[in-house]
């Protein structure tokens, strides 16, 4: 059974940065990507960022692209987010994500099957 288990999130002026962390076990790790999705309150859950197995490829959501950097680390099965010039519209749970097969339609959140309890993002104006 994969586990994901989040943390990191919280508070955080308009401006700042935060990183998030997602800790997974269960399986081999590098055999496959990870990604991070958000949903805000009343939205649907978002694609954020994807990295692959062996971290060469990194996609991201055109909002977040330029201020938000997934990466991670094979030898500690994690993967992490990095949120700089946050702003109140970042505000939201932020979940990271793990398939059960190589492929996928990596934006598409029905493409993962593993998902953390999420963390909470709150930017402040």
């Known amino acids: 059974q994969v586990q994901l288990v989040e943390s990191g999130g919280g508070l955080v002026q308009a401006g700042g940065s935060l990183s998030l962390s997602c800790a997974a076990s269960g399986r081999t790790f590098t055999n496959y990507a990870m990604g991070w999705f958000r949903q805000a309150p009343g939205k649907e859950r978002e694609f954020v960022a994807t990295?692959?197995?062996?971290?060469?490829?990194?996609y991201y959501a055109d909002s977040v692209s330029g201020r938000f950097t997934i990466s991670r680390d094979n030898a500690k099965t994690s993967a992490y987010l990095q949120m700089t010039s946050l702003c109140p519209g970042n505000t939201a749970v932020y979940y990271c994500?793990?398939?059960?097969?190589?492929?996928?339609?990596?934006?598409?959140?029905?493409?993962?099957?593993?998902w953390g309890q999420g963390t909470q993002v709150v930017v402040s104006s």
């Open positions: 990295i692959s197995g062996m971290g060469r490829s990194r």
């Open positions: 994500a793990a398939p059960r097969r190589t492929g996928i339609n990596f934006r598409d959140f029905g493409s993962y099957d593993y």
